[in-house]
């Protein structure tokens, strides 16, 4: 009876599978780790080669009939299990329905999943040590040898040339150590005096001088603003324009008056007597030439 008790109410369900995995006719059922049946039978369904694994199953559990009946390896040594991945939304689950069904990879397959990308890169680095092993062999063999004694060689007189100028440097400074001490000790006192014109800088009343440029600014802004609003003299010179004009023109008439003073003195100058009695006469008005002509 395939450890099947014919006098339990249960269910009877089934799933479909291309490849069984092994699982055996009386394997557990479980969901969540709870055994609540066992597979009864596994068949070949048709000629297409898929198998029906029918399971029996506690009736008095619910779940819905989108569940998933899933075949897994129940550890590394144990057999194959069907799990049952419950889903409790939609119609439960009755005798003769048939469930979606899948297989898991188990515990073997997930670490041959991981080991196989390890051995790859383990492969790979193996290759690696080969290629530097080859490499090294290159390197070491007479010519290489030879190369590096000549490279040990040069590295030697780069060394005995630095020994020797570390040796001059120290003469050097030995030599100049006075003057080196005389420049340290110039610079400190320049320090001191820079240090002392900053004080002095530092203590310079800057608020005064400031104000009183301030007021001065605000003295020519007043000046500036009376020359602009016409106020006084100079005010109406820039901005009157008959005024102006009037300037330039009696300025015109006056260069005038003097260039013809300057011609005709005779005419500005009279004698009201004359030697025999004679009245003077004043010669006749001519307009004097432009003297920017």
């Known amino acids: ?6 006098l339990d109410s249960s269910k009877e369900i089934y799933a479909i599978y291309d490849n069984v995995e092994g699982l055996s006719g009386s394997a557990d059922v479980v969901i969540n780790g709870l055994k609540i049946g066992k597979v009864t039978e596994t068949e070949f369904l048709d000629e297409s080669g898929k198998i029906l694994v029918t399971m029996r199953i506690k009736s008095d559990f619910k779940f819905s009939n989108r569940s998933i009946a899933q075949i897994y390896n129940d550890g590394l040594i144990g057999g194959k299990v069907m799990k049952i991945l419950p889903e409790y939304v ?3 689950i009755k005798s003769g329905d048939t469930l979606n069904s899948d297989v898991d990879e188990g515990i073997m397959a997930s670490v041959m999943s991981r080991l196989v990308p390890l051995r790859e890169k383990v492969e790979s680095a193996v290759g690696g040590v080969d290629s530097l092993v080859q490499s ?3 390197v070491l063999d007479d010519k290489g040898q030879a190369n590096i004694k000549e490279s040990l060689a040069k590295l030697n007189t780069t060394l005995e040339n630095l020994n020797s100028s570390s040796s001059q440097i120290d003469g050097m400074l030995s030599r100049n150590a006075q003057k080196i001490d005389n420049t340290i000790h110039n610079f400190d006192h320049t320090a001191e005096n820079l240090s002392n014109l900053s004080d002095s800088l530092a203590k310079i009343e800057v608020q005064p001088v400031l104000n009183k440029v301030n007021l001065i600014l605000d003295d ?3 000046l500036s603003q009376k020359l602009k609003d016409g106020e006084g003299t100079a005010g109406k010179l820039l901005t009157d324009e008959n005024l102006y004009d009037n300037l330039d023109r009696a300025s015109k008439q006056m260069e005038e008056l003097i260039q ?3 011609l005709n003195p005779k005419r500005y100058i009279h004698l009201r007597f004359s030697v025999f009695g004679g009245k003077n006469k004043t010669p006749a008005y001519k307009k004097p030439e432009d003297p920017l002509q």
């Not at 009876?1 to 014919?6: E, L, P, Q, S, Y």
Request: proline residues 0%; aromatic residues 6%.
């Open 1 to 6: 009876m395939k450890g099947h008790n014919i």
């Open 90 to 92: 939609g119609e439960n």
């Open 136 to 138: 090294l062999n290159n």
């Open 220 to 222: 020519f802004n007043e």
């Open 260 to 262: 013809d003073i300057k």
